[in-house]
């Protein structure tokens, strides 16, 4: 199962790309997380990383084909993955469509979370995660069961992104708009693209999901 969400900053890819990983024991390879991860090393590409997301922008390509591709290949890889935040540019859809004909494999579908952007704006600057295991949750939309408990690992702190906020957003959301929508007609050609309702409640999206994916036959071959 060889899987891309596909939406805006705040479409719930992350929350679906998590329940993805659950259910189907394929990982989630969510580049936000890698470069999140970098920028907390304090590495050179951390730092790089650091200066590009606080400003909305996107990173250089072929830093994140390269992330890409190291990752794709480690063993928890061998029966798929769920691509979220990768591929943004059209250059990175066609770097990840070669790698993968290398590779001997290919996509089996791309999901996109289709949402009014007014709403991304509310989501964005309401979302916080789990500091312990990640479990991402929001102010109105989706608290833990037990407040201030998260509901998979029961850790007490949480902690909210440093580009979550309202002006960055803007910029996210432009640079989606004019960097990574122009990917969606790449997939509508190839006839691998799907669309699901992402302003529907977050267990109609996943239903919604599942239900491509049995349609696109992403779950044949045992993932
Ligand atoms: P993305 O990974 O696409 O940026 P997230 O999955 O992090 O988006 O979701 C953004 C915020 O919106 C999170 O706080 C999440 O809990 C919340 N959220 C996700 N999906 C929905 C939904 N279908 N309805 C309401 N809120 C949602
Ligand atoms: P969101 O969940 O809100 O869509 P991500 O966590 O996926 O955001 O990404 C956060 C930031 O990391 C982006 O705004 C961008 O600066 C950078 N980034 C993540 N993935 C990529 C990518 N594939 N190409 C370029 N920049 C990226
Ligand atoms: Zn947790």
Not at 92 to 117: F, N, P, W
């Amino acid at each position: 199962m060889n899987i891309i969400l596909l939406g805006p900053p705040g479409a719930g890819k992350g929350t679906q790309a998590k329940r993805l990983e659950q259910t189907y024991g394929v990982p989630q390879l969510a580049t936000g997380d890698m470069l999140r991860a970098a920028v907390k090393s304090g590495s050179e590409l951390g730092q790089q990383a650091k200066r590009v997301m606080d400003a909305g922008e996107l990173m250089p390509d072929d830093l994140m084909v390269q992330m890409i591709e190291e990752r794709i290949q480690q063993p928890d890889c061998a029966k798929g993955f769920i691509l979220d935040g990768f591929p943004r540019t059209t250059a990175q859809a066609e770097a990840l469509d070669s790698m993968l004909t290398r590779h001997g494999t290919k996509l089996d579908a791309v999901i996109e979370l289709k949402v009014d952007e007014e709403a991304l704006v509310r989501r964005i600057t309401g979302r916080y995660s789990c500091a312990k295991c990640g479990a991402g949750y929001h102010d109105e939309f989706h608290n833990p069961q037990t407040p201030g408990v998260c509901d998979a690992c029961g850790g007490t702190e949480f902690r909210r992104r440093d580009d979550d906020n309202e002006a960055t957003v803007r910029s996210r959301m432009e640079a989606y708009r004019e960097q990574t929508a122009p990917i969606l007609p790449y997939y509508e050609t190839a006839g691998i693209l799907w669309r699901v309702d992402g302003m529907a409640d977050i267990d109609e999206v996943t239903r919604q999901i599942d239900d491509v994916l049995r349609r696109a036959g992403a779950l044949d071959g045992g993932a």
